[in-house]
């Protein structure tokens, strides 16, 4: 009888553990298909995010394709302005050689008129002392003149003192 209770026990034992290792084992199963169903989950979000990161990928392919035509006409603006300002300093270096032809011209000019104002100058202050000389001329001819007037009219006087005093 100890003997069947030993056996009946050991046997409980027995299937105690075989349920103990199957409960193990439904566990591991349990926590093998918790970890896949959260791998799945996982994997389903990246995959999301996947999708979306290449949708994001296409956008900005098409947005740097875009750019780089806006750039290449930008840099045909650029190449076309850049002629402009070469034209325009060109034109500008013309317009710059033709105004220094202009002035020399315009300074020879002046310099020419200078020497003829001198000129105009020197014969003007030669006019002025001329004319300074004959007012000297006539003023000691208008003395002398009136001298001479003054002469006659006592002459005159002396002259009708005379024929008064014969008569």
Do not use: P, W
């Amino acid at each position: 009888m100890q003997q069947r209770k030993r056996e009946e026990e050991e046997a409980r034992n027995e299937t105690q553990n075989k349920l103990d290792k199957e409960k193990e084992g439904s566990q591991v199963l349990k926590n093998k298909l918790e970890k896949e169903r959260k791998l799945v989950s996982i994997n389903y979000v990246l995959q999301r995010q996947l999708n979306s990161q290449g949708c994001l990928l296409e956008k900005f392919k098409a947005r740097q394709s875009s750019n780089e035509r806006l750039l290449q006409g930008k840099q045909l603006e650029i190449k076309k302005s850049q002629a402009q300002i070469s034209e325009l300093n060109q034109e500008l270096d013309k317009c710059k050689k033709n105004y220094a032809q202009e002035m020399d011209v315009l300074n020879s000019r002046v310099t020419a008129l200078e020497s003829v104002n001198k000129e105009k100058a020197q014969t003007l202050s030669v006019l002025e002392a001329a004319i300074h000389r004959i007012n000297i001329v006539v003023g000691m001819s208008e003395d002398r003149l009136s001298d001479i007037e003054k002469n006659i009219t006592r002459a005159t006087n002396i002259l009708d003192n005379t024929q008064n005093g014969f008569r």
